[in-house]
Structures are given as C-alpha cells and as structure tokens.
C-alpha cells in the first residue's frame, strides 16, 4: 500500500516543481526592457537648378512695318456732252407659254384616251341602238371643250347601226357627251405652241351584240 502511494506522490511533486520553476522565468522575464529601436526614413531632396533667365535684346526684335494707305482713286469727271451714256431698257415680254411648252414640233391634234360611253339602261330595255355625231374643241391642254350633238340615229337590233340614217333620236346623247367630255387629245403645235383646235366632230356608237 505504502509502495502505491509513494509511487504516484512523486510525479506529482516533480510536476509541480516544474511548474513552479517556470512560473519564476516568467515573472523574471517580465522586467527586462525591450530595445526599440525606432526606423526613421530618411528623403533624398534633389534640387534643380532654375533654368537661366532669357533675355532679348531689343535692337534685334523685328517691328512689323506700317499699314500703307490705300491707293487714291482717281477723280471720274463726266461730260454729258461727249462721254456716252449707258442707258438701261428692259427687256421685251416674251410671248406666254401654254403647258405644252414651246419649241416643239408642228403637228396637228391626235386622240391619246378614249373612254367606254355608259350605255343607257333605257336602251338597253327596249333593244335600241345606234349612234351620236359630236361637234367640240381641243383646247392647248387636250381637253374637250364644248361638246355638242350634231346629228343622231337611233334603231332596234333588226337594223344594223352602220345602216342607221334617217331616224334621229336623243337617247344616246347624254352618254355620249359624258364620255367625250373624258377624252384627251395630244393639241395642236403651231411655231412651237400648243393652240386650241375648233370643230372636231367625232361620231360614238352604241351597239347591242346579237
């Protein structure tokens, strides 16, 4: 029993001795002062030398030279008795132009559109046909310009239009005029102008097909 207790005492009083040894360097350590030692950072000031002072002697500045006065004109005398004098004019009207312009070729009129007349719901009911001679102008611009009804026929389908002539009649003559009235011409060229032509007759036909 004796040998158990003396066997665990020990370690234990070696440990503690230990410990407490080194508890005393610490303390010791605490009271030794530590050499700081301060870093100082030491600048290099580099100074530059001034450039040297610039001096211009001032007999070898060139001075601009003075503005030279404008030439002198010379004095115009006028004499109304010799010297000529410039008289403007205008100049003369030219003659009006038409939309045709001018400086085209001579020529006479020539149909460019002709349109479908409408034909009658009338005559179409009672199975007549036939035809309307027109008498208009072309005017500069191609345009038909007063239309009006010269001479008219009108029949049934047991005679042919062509064989119409002596049975006037004013169905048609409504249709026909609407339709002239949308027609357009190429006018008349005269010395380059386009002119108005008079009396143009043109004859429409209103056919049923058999």
């Not at 026929?153 to 048609?172: A, K, M, N, R, Y």
Request: charged letters at 20%; hydrophobic letters at 40%; glycine letters at 4%.
């Amino acid at each position: 029993m004796i040998n158990r207790v003396s066997f665990t005492v020990l370690p234990a009083m070696v440990v503690t001795i230990l410990l407490f040894y080194i508890m005393f360097l610490l303390i010791q350590s605490d009271g030794v002062e530590l050499d700081e030692r301060e870093i100082i950072n030491l600048v290099d000031y580099v100074r530059v030398p001034e450039p040297p002072e610039l001096r211009v002697d001032p007999r070898t500045v060139e001075r601009p030279e003075p503005p030279q006065p404008p030439p002198e004109v010379p004095e115009v005398s006028f004499n109304p008795g010799k010297d000529p004098i410039l008289v403007w004019e205008p100049a003369p009207p030219q003659q009006p132009r038409t939309n045709a312009g001018p400086m085209l070729s001579d020529g006479a009129y020539l149909p460019i559109v002709k349109v479908q007349p409408n034909y009658p719901r009338r005559a179409l009911q009672n199975g007549q046909q036939g035809w309307v001679v027109l008498q208009f102008t072309v005017d500069e611009l191609g345009r038909v310009v007063s239309p009006e009804v010269l001479e008219t026929c009108v029949t049934t389908l047991s005679v042919s239009v062509e064989d119409c002539t002596d049975s006037p009649g004013s169905i048609f003559n409504h249709a026909a005029t609407t339709a002239a009235m949308r027609f357009k011409y190429k006018p008349r060229i005269v010395d380059g102008f386009a002119v108005p032509t008079s009396d143009v007759r043109h004859r429409i036909s209103f056919q049923l097909t058999q």
